[in-house]
């Protein structure tokens, strides 16, 4: 794309964005004197859509009105509301209705999907991992691995960048996996990960993976709601993320989980069970006999808390107005007109760690400063800026297609070399 340095130039960006006006529908925080910050934060925390009071307030209103009667009779029942989020959900994820659900928090419901598809053998009992993958995957599967007698310090493959190099390579992945897959029972990646903003390229880890028997499982904390997602069609057999981050559910939002098709009437998987879980036709008979719901829903283990799925069930109808193409359209765009712009004010201290091509990143960029990291980030947050600062040296910064706009980013750039 080509893109020009000046102000002006941002102005008429914003002007030709055919998703300007769902800025509207978010709240924007604010700097003391009343101005508008530069959120750049929505890759940790997703700002509030304003329909969200309302959609909550309606289950508090059948709550006070109705009391119990509101599981059957509330304007949305609360018995079957997370079904409510199911459509919008799998087309977010690229995925047949009965593949998702939205459930517990994401390193539950990691763990629950490592019940299931995490099944070591002594002879295949490894997990392959991104070296520098969030610190709560690491410890989720650790656990896993000790919980099955096995120990990480030979269980865990950590995949690092080849020296000198921040960005892992596909080939590198792929040929890893092709020496040591046949030891290898699960291989974990994150889809784009939190600290680089590198996406992983899911698809080919996934057939590299099944080549050699190995089950393929992704986070997708930081690409639901970044990247386009398809992964019934790539196959992948589970996956886990949260809808706090770009998918805007709020604080603590229940999370989400994705199972293949092809796993779900298998009884052999290994599961935990609830009665949520419980084919929904016999659950209220109170027997004792689990016969499971023939989706995902069977690995619900609790009836879910409705005021979260009427916050999330706010964010997502938004999500699915705008449609994944033009916001990823949008994202590309900002993203790419972010990186111009460092480009071209540069004086050599920032090194901007993310991928170039737009096909390995998200919103994302992480810039890597060589001296005064820390005292630039404090410089750009007294400025309004609001991004986030990630130990040892990197400065995450997140322009959202939903609610950033270009002139965002050029203050920012403005900010980050002034
Ligand atoms: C944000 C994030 C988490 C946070 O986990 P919670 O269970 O939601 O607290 C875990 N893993 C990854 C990769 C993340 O980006």
Request: hydrophobic fraction near 40%; proline fraction near 5%; charge should be neutral.
């Amino acid at each position: 794309m080509n893109f020009k340095p000046d102000r002006d130039y941002a102005s008429i960006l914003d002007s030709q964005d055919p998703l300007k006006s769902y800025r509207d529908k978010f709240y924007i925080p604010q700097k003391p004197n009343g101005e508008e910050v530069i959120y750049f934060a929505g890759n940790s925390l997703g700002l509030q859509p304003k329909s969200v009071g309302a959609n909550v307030e309606q289950e508090l209103k059948d709550w006070g009105t109705m009391g119990v009667e509101g599981h059957m009779h509330a304007k949305n029942p609360w018995l079957p509301y997370h079904e409510f989020l199911t459509k919008e959900t799998a087309k977010l994820v690229g995925a047949k209705l009965e593949e998702v659900v939205n459930m517990n928090s994401l390193t539950v419901n990691l763990h629950l999907m490592m019940v299931s598809f995490y099944r070591p053998t002594p002879q295949r009992h490894k997990i392959l991992i991104e070296a520098n993958a969030f610190p709560s995957d690491h410890y989720a599967v650790q656990s896993q691995i000790k919980f099955h007698g096995y120990n990480p310090a030979e269980a865990l493959i950590e995949m690092k960048p080849r020296e000198g190099e921040a960005i892992i390579r596909t080939e590198d992945i792929e040929s890893l996996i092709k020496k040591e897959g046949d030891s290898i029972a699960l291989i974990m990646f994150a889809g784009v990960n939190y600290y680089t903003g590198q996406a992983f390229d899911f698809e080919s880890i996934t057939k590299a993976g099944h080549e050699k028997w190995c089950v393929v499982g992704f986070d997708l904390a930081h690409a639901a709601g970044n990247l386009i997602l398809n992964l019934h069609d790539w196959d992948v057999d589970f996956a886990v993320w949260c809808n706090y981050k770009y998918l805007n559910g709020g604080p603590g939002a229940i999370g989400g989980a994705f199972v293949h098709k092809k796993h779900l009437l298998d009884m052999n998987i290994p599961k935990f069970w609830g009665w949520w879980g419980q084919d929904k036709a016999t659950r209220f008979l109170m027997r004792h006999n689990f016969q499971p719901i023939p989706t995902v829903e069977s690995w619900q283990l609790s009836n879910p808390p409705i005021l979260q799925l009427a916050a999330l069930k706010a964010s997502l109808d938004i999500f699915d107005e705008a449609g994944m193409d033009a916001l990823r359209g949008k994202s590309e765009k900002l993203t790419g007109y972010m990186e111009y712009l460092i480009d071209e004010k540069n004086d050599g201290n920032i090194e901007i760690i993310t991928p170039k091509g737009v096909k390995q990143r998200g919103c994302q960029l992480s810039l890597r400063a060589k001296t005064n990291g820390k005292s630039i980030h404090k410089k750009l947050n007294r400025a309004g800026v609001v991004c986030d600062w990630r130990e040892p040296d990197v400065i995450r910064v997140a322009p959202v297609p939903m609610y950033n706009t270009f002139t965002d980013v050029w203050k920012f750039v403005e900010n980050l070399f002034k």
